[in-house]
């Protein structure tokens, strides 16, 4: 869990819940990652809770601010200009490097070396329904490497770029087109000959196809490190980093845009929680 010490009430209150409805019977430890060190407060309280124990670790500096190559001068001012447009968080510089933490270096963090699955979990999070089964040994028993609750529609003008530079990825690596992948494309209505110059408009590949603007919800999601340590999605997640789009735009967290993961995806319908901005039941 990411969480800042101010955030001990809400951290606890996710915990609690999950410790009620599922921990209780399995008592995984919860790694807890802050930008800054913990305090004794947070750290007594958050062991008090937790069945199978907590750790409390710092995230690196370096994975915690703006990569050496951008200009800061320039994503800074981007990050005022896109607040100033009201787009939900994109004005926070926080939720930027948080945005490119979850999408990089979070996966390669020491501490989560000895571990091959996580559940991402959010402060102040009701978990509405008891979970009886264990969705890591479900996932590890049917080859599944992410699982989400919540597709959602994205905010178009938050990611200009973003599915541009995915598909072009997408089709510099030859990669198939899966059936979630297509599931995600509203195919060009022009003839074959014309499509590409529905390539113009945002949001398309070179073929003129439209994505629908469904993406997965990764405040929850539960997976496997490995898939995301690996070359092929460090490779992805370096490409669209260096377009410097986690800054200039308000790129998502891009485990939700791996077309190499798409036909490996369960949706946990069993898991019902109630986080401050989406519900699912």
């Excluded at 490190?225 to 980093?241: E, I």
């Amino acid at each position: 869990m990411l969480a800042k010490n101010s955030e001990l009430k809400e951290a606890n209150h996710t915990v609690a819940s999950l410790e009620k409805h599922f921990n209780r019977w399995f008592h995984y430890p919860i790694v807890f990652l802050n930008d800054e060190p913990f305090d004794n407060r947070f750290i007594e309280a958050l062991n008090s809770t937790a069945s199978g124990g907590a750790t409390f670790e710092v995230i690196p500096q370096e994975d915690w601010t703006y990569p050496t190559w951008i200009n800061q001068t320039a994503a800074k001012s981007s990050i005022v200009e896109q607040g100033a447009r009201g787009t939900m968080h994109a004005g926070q510089e926080g939720y930027h490097h948080m945005c490119r933490f979850y999408s990089g270096s979070f996966y390669q963090l020491e501490a989560l070396r000895k571990y091959k699955w996580y559940w991402r979990l959010e402060p102040d999070v009701d978990f509405l329904c008891s979970i009886t089964y264990d969705p890591f040994v479900e996932m590890a028993r049917r080859k599944k490497v992410y699982g989400f609750t919540i597709s959602l529609w994205e905010e178009w003008d938050t990611v200009p770029s973003l599915f541009r530079q995915t598909a072009e990825f997408k089709e510099a690596l030859n990669l198939a087109s899966s059936a979630l992948w297509k599931a995600m494309m509203e195919p060009s209505w022009l003839p074959y000959p014309l499509r590409p110059l529905m390539s113009l408009l945002p949001h398309r590949d070179q073929s003129g196809d439209a994505w629908s603007g469904c993406h997965y919800w990764s405040n929850f999601e539960i997976a496997d490190l490995d898939f995301f340590r690996g070359k092929q999605y460090q490779a992805f997640f370096k490409a669209l980093d260096d377009t410097g789009g986690f800054y200039f735009e308000r790129d998502v967290s891009l485990e939700n845009w791996n077309d190499k993961k798409a036909k490996l995806l369960p949706s946990f319908s069993t898991v019902s929680f109630d986080a401050p901005s989406s519900k699912t039941c």
